[in-house]
């Protein structure tokens, strides 16, 4: 893990703590159903470059792609690079294995033909919509993509098709209201603090799509906005595996079905100019004092945090969570 690896002044000590915490959180691995993993309430006096800083710091920590567990000679519904200049929903079959037990997978294209593929491959739930498979890039975003991956000091992998791909099928998702905001503030990062990030990850923060606030087209992506709602109404969103979690406030976390990515590492901004949130996240949370995290050691002393070893569960079906019509659980 790249930890206080950057080079700030003393005044933004935070940006390299937030950063760190990104990092940290997003190289733990994913867990299965009943075992536990951390959430941590970060308490802050604004959460204002939260969440764009977090993800930077999730970028430089290695994809998590699930192996798609499949016997041989079955045909599943997955997300993968389809060989032209798209990440999205594809038809895959495994035809045979190594003698090293490597998977050899072959990817659906048109009528009865199968191309061989070496692009990671990402397994579906079985309820997803099969009309997700659209194009999100044209041509030329395609070729930008290309030219910034070969522009790269340190290439991060052999090709730029299975990078991207395997960026966008272990992504950041943020959750949370004002999420335009959100993307003003990664805008308004790259355009006067680029200095702060790694090179490696400016092509993922740089990058933006209508899609990415689409909660049909998770995966698709490298990172999404969703709102807090997305997940009542999508029951195949509640058991993707993001590489982290970002709530932008207490009520979105509150809001949430219990379930949603809930075997994924997360983040929750509390932002203490909105006190009645402030005093429900204390009350409503504790330290864990087994989760020995390293992002947190030396914070700023404006920051506050609690770290929560949740249980990953199973989606039942059931939408519960908080009161969508309080408004005092809010981001401003």
Known sequence: MNLGARDFTTHHSWVSTVINIGTELASIPNVEIGERKPVVFLSVPTGQFLAPLLM???????????????GIGETFRAVSFDGESQVRDIDVSLLERSFQQEECVRMYRSGDYWRKTDHPVLRLPSNVPKDRGVRVLSERDWAEIKREFNDLRVKPGPRAETWWASHCL????????????????????????????????????RYSKPGISNADRVLHHPYSYLTIDADKTRPWLRSLAPRLVVYTSWRAYYSRVESSFSTAPAVVLVNRRVWRSDVEAAMNTYHDE???????????????????????????????????????????
């Open 290 to 332: 087994t989760a020995k995290l390293r992002s947190l050691v030396g914070m700023p002393r404006s920051f506050g945090a609690r770290v929560m070893m949740t249980k990953a569960i199973e989606d039942d079906g059931a939408v519960r969570g908080g009161n969508d019509d309080d408004t005092e659980f809010g981001d401003s």
């Open 56 to 70: 930077a710091g999730a970028f430089t920590a290695p994809p998590k792609i699930a192996d798609p567990k499949v």
């Open 170 to 205: 272990s992504p950041v998702v943020i959750v949370g209201e004002s999420l335009e905001y959100v993307d003003r503030q990664r805008q308004h990062l790259i355009e006067q603090r680029a200095g702060w990030f790694e090179t490696e990850v400016m092509p993922f923060i």
